[in-house]
């Protein structure tokens, strides 16, 4: 295809690749990539990179040259070695500037140069880059700190303000915005005021899972109940804890497979770690000899335990969207969701998962146990899920989307 015909397209991404990185941003841009096709000539730009060989469409940004002075990086020992609030609130915003100022450098050495960039609300980086490039820029809302702060317990930081504040900038005066609900985007309307008449509601790609690797009901196996996310507030680390504890009750054979980081969560001023939350609320030795914590996982090995958990369950506090959950429901596997956020989007309750009351434990239980007393149903749900899943978020769907939105960005900005 002709060259001047190809929409060159950059992506940020916080890491690279996606099995060193298991982030929903990562995977994201991962996906994404399956669904385009040659008309797009993606960019990828990266804060981290893993792998020792560059290769093309790939941009380590952590290896480019802009850098502080030197009067500058002594400022930066200071204002570190102080840690005072509003010295903080300073060095975030230099640390921001110079992020932008790394992605604006690698922008202008491009062989070739990018039709449009597509960045993450996080840190308000977007409201920087704008002032050093004419480039259009779309932000994508990933996880909005006004929303995501509070859950995770740290809107007492110094530099939350701050932070929330650029994020609102960068959004506002971006060339166009996409969303992946229309929950985190409407909760974005109304907590900076501004209508955002022009952004659109593109959900993230997931991947179609091969027949082979789908879930199927086998009552030779022996039952486990599926989490895949981190153990920390936001995700419901708890509230997974303490609704397999009320499911073992019930059930003498169920097992526990908990996949992800361990960030801990705050309990009664105490961080707890995974095992330590394990030792206070599971009393039950019986109970506590089915729970395995597997940490970081592959994605091999996380497609696996989708195909022969029971049920999957999804706790979380607050989801913009959950990549975890619509892998789930690719590979047919049944759900149990909290009905929070996005959640009710990728989810109709009975037809393909089931969604439980927010911050209960019970609801969760009693809904897991329905769906292992009940093979019939389980299967049905695992059908629509996989059926619903391929219509509305393969990679080919969701890039068609993606591409002709930011035509019609780059189409208004020139």
Known sequence: MDKKNVLAVGYISPGWPL??????????????????????????????????????????????TATRGLLEKILDKILYSLNLPFLSSIQYQRDIELRAQNISLAIKQMNEPLDVLEIEESFGTAHFIMKTTKLPIVTRIHGPWHIHGPILQMDGMPDYKLRVFYEGEGIKNSHGVTAPSLDVLNRVREYYGINLQNAKVIPNPVLEVPIDKQWRYDASNTPFILVVGRFDSHKGGDLAVDAFRLIALNNK????????PDRGLLVEGKQLKFEEYIARFVPEDNIKKRIQFLGH?????????????????????????????????????????????AIKELVTDGFNGLL?????????????????????KMQLLSKNAIEDSKKRFSPEVVAAQAVSYYQSVIGKST
């Not at 990539?33 to 380590?60: C, F, H, M």
């Not at 047919?332 to 929070?340: E, K, L, R, Y």
């Open 19 to 64: 099995n060193n990185f298991p982030n929903g941003i990562v995977a994201y841009i991962e996906n994404m990539l399956y669904g385009l096709d040659d008309r797009v000539n993606p960019i990828i730009l990266t804060q981290k990179l893993a792998d020792s060989e560059l290769r093309n469409g790939l941009i380590d940004l952590s290896s480019l």
């Open 253 to 260: 054979d169920v097992k526990l497979m908990f996949v992800g």
């Open 297 to 341: 996982c592959n994605q091999a090995l996380i497609s696996n335990l989708r195909k022969e958990a029971i049920v999957t369950i999804l706790c979380s506090r607050y989801e913009s969207f959950s990549i975890s959950l619509a892998e789930a429901l690719a590979a047919g596997s049944p759900v149990v969701a909290t009905n929070v956020g």
């Open 356 to 376: 439980a009351k927010p911050e209960s434990p019970d609801d969760i239980a009693d809904k897991a146990l329905s769906l292992i007393s009940d093979p019939v």
